[in-house]
């Protein structure tokens, strides 16, 4: 039996008649899962950005960095209302509406990947290769992250549209064929895993750089390393799962493994909205407790068991 073109199929918002329901029981999971994002995300990223907590020991690049990865966090975070709205009630804001959203959304996510990739690869230059980045230019730095990400997410634009799904008139991606489909799922898992495995790398080498003087051998190193790449595996592992097996369902025309997919992708998605809001967490407050007695130097001439390395000075600059 043919399987039915799912991905071309034609609706009627308007037929004489159509009641929509009061609301969805379907979206209740990843409405949850966007309401504790919502109410733990925003009031801590606005935090970080009135308070900048321990701030004074980053560099001024350092800091551009955290500011950008803050507000990008924020953006994302304040537009999950009206995705809690979409899941329960429907899409009842127009289609240019539903564009513009969807596109600032991928935008800041995008962007926010980046600018923790770029974190990375920046201690990674400082710590292990002795780079000395304050000459990098903050404001070039950072219209080159957004412009990145507002190309990468271009895809949002155009498939993002207003879609039925059982009754209910959804803001979701859909596409024209199914060779566009599987390019944006590639796409997006080829950019997790190229920024991930850039993440995974740096800070394995900073650890295993700075393990190596007794005066850095604490606990702390090892919770920051395996929090940052722990939380951006798990956060972001559904989605990439998710996308891989609707390659696989288009891939074999699987109408089942489809269905799925698209039944799951919504929650998949919610998740990585948790880690907009535990970047405050992992990439501020614990960030700059490294190793709290590095940035004194008098500290360090107390004790003369204490190695004086060269690394003191250029994670001073972190």
């Known amino acids: 039996m043919d399987q039915p073109n ?16 009061s609301w969805n029981r379907k ?17 801590g990223n606005i935090a970080v ?15 551009s960095l955290m500011l950008n990865l803050t507000l990008s ?11 809690i709205y979409n899941l329960i009630f429907g899409w009842t804001f127009g289609l240019v509406a539903c564009k513009v959203l969807a596109y600032l959304v991928y935008c800041t996510v995008y962007c926010s990947q980046l600018t923790v990739t770029v974190l990375s690869i920046q201690r990674y230059l400082v710590v292990v290769r002795g780079w ?19 190309i990468l997410c271009i895809h949002a634009v155009v498939t993002e549209q207003l879609v039925t799904d059982d009754q209910w008139i959804r803001c979701r991606p859909h596409y024209s064929s199914e060779t566009e489909w599987v390019a944006v799922l590639v796409t997006e898992n080829l950019y997790g895993l190229v920024t991930f495995s850039l993440i995974a790398f740096s800070y394995i080498c900073l650890y295993k750089k700075v393990n190596r003087a007794v005066f850095f051998n604490n606990p702390q190193t090892t919770r920051l390393v395996i929090s940052i790449i722990v939380s951006n595996c798990i956060l972001f592992a559904p989605l990439h799962v998710i996308n ?8 074999i025309k699987n109408y089942n493994l489809l269905k799925f997919c698209i039944d799951n992708w919504n929650t998949a998605k919610s998740l990585t909205f ?34 004086q390395t060269p690394d003191v000075a250029t994670i001073a600059e972190l």
């Open 274 to 307: 948790v880690n907009s809001s535990l970047n405050p967490l992992l990439y501020v407050f614990m960030s700059t407790t490294i190793c709290p007695f590095c940035l004194n130097k008098e500290l360090l001439q107390q004790d003369e068991r204490i190695p």
């Open 6 to 21: 799912f991905t071309t199929a034609n609706f009627n918002f308007s037929s004489p008649g159509f009641c929509q329901p």
């Open 244 to 251: 891989v097996l609707g390659v696989l369902a288009i891939s």
């Open 49 to 63: 950005i009135l308070l900048k907590p321990n701030w004074k020991h980053l560099s001024s690049l350092s800091q």
């Open 73 to 83: 966090d924020l953006i994302c975070l304040l537009t999950v209302p009206l995705w």
């Open 132 to 150: 000395r980045c304050h000459q990098v230019r903050k404001s070039v730095l950072l219209v080159l992250l957004w412009l990145t990400a507002a």
């Open 27 to 43: 979206g209740l999971v990843p409405a949850v899962v966007f309401s504790f994002c919502f109410l733990l995300g925003v009031p």
